[in-house]
């Protein structure tokens, strides 16, 4: 190695150290900080995708689950019965839980309802299997089976309007208050009507809480509806479809309200 002459000034580590790296954009490369918005977003959308694949794997499970459970259970309850209600309880109970445990962000309120309209939309296409296989098992009439089936996508439908709502806002004190109308919409009424019974009061025929009604929908097999489960059944898919609507109208009104927002402020940049 050749000794270092005053023309050639002696390389130090420190030196070495200071020489400057070449712009990745001399290269033809773009700097990687332009790849992490893509890449967050990719992210996200994939994290929304894994979200609907863990809902219907574990609902799987669930109803899988609940069918063993029925089928070793030595109750007075028929199995056929105990399977709808641990189905009913699965979506109206379990998933509205699993969706308000979630933290939303600001800007995802829209895309945060669009998501549990998807998810109910997975969950009852699946369960469209457990409630016409019991329906052949227990020879229930067409009829029956419908009004069956429209019961649980009229509860259902409305604990996801609940979720959906409770998740319009990014604190956790909503999602909090959203399980607790969850699950009043399920046990309150029958508490009190058990309370009412106790005391002598007498008791009535439930007209918010689908105990009842699936109750009575899932007993001895006839050829009409019992009233007023049919009339119940109505009211309620139109609370919940009423409700859809009026959220859908309110987050077109507000993403109207974003875009026109964000025209202004081009507007005024521009003028500037």
């Not at 794997?57 to 309850?77: E, I, Q």
């Not at 939309?121 to 019991?134: G, H, K, N, R, T």
């Not at 208050?177 to 508490?191: R, S, T, Y």
Request: charged fraction near 15%.
């Amino acid at each position: 190695m050749t000794e270092p002459t005053d023309d050639q000034p002696e390389v130090t580590a420190a030196a070495l150290h200071e020489v400057p790296v070449p712009d990745a954009a001399m290269h033809g490369a773009e700097p990687a900080q332009s790849h992490r918005p893509t890449t967050a977003r990719h992210q996200r959308d994939n994290g929304d995708l894994g979200g609907l694949r863990v809902v219907i794997v574990v609902w799987c499970f669930w109803l899988l689950g609940a069918w063993a459970m029925a089928w070793v259970s030595d109750t007075s309850v028929p199995r056929v019965r105990w399977m709808l209600f641990a189905g009913l309880m699965g979506l109206m109970l379990v998933w509205p839980a699993f969706r308000l445990s979630e933290r939303v962000g600001p800007g995802q309120m829209g895309r945060s309802a669009a998501q549990v309209l998807l998810d109910w939309l997975a969950l009852v296409s699946v369960y469209q299997a457990v409630i016409w296989s019991l329906h052949l098992m227990a020879y229930w009439p067409l009829v029956r089976g419908l009004w069956l089936d429209a019961a649980v996508l009229a509860w259902s439908l409305l604990s996801a309007l609940i979720v959906a709502v409770a998740r319009l806002w990014p604190g956790g004190s909503a999602r909090i208050v959203g399980m607790l109308v969850c699950i009043a919409l399920v046990f309150a009424e029958p508490v009190a009507v058990w309370v009412s019974i106790v005391s002598g009061s007498g008791g009535w025929s439930m007209r918010v809480s689908p105990v009842q009604a699936m109750w009575e929908l899932t007993g001895v097999p006839v050829t009409r509806v019992i009233a007023p489960w049919d009339r119940q059944i109505l009211l309620i898919a139109s609370i919940a479809l009423g409700g859809w609507a009026s959220l859908g109208v309110w987050a077109l009104g507000a993403a109207l309200m974003r875009q026109r927002h964000a025209v202004a402020g081009a507007g005024r940049l521009s003028s500037d």
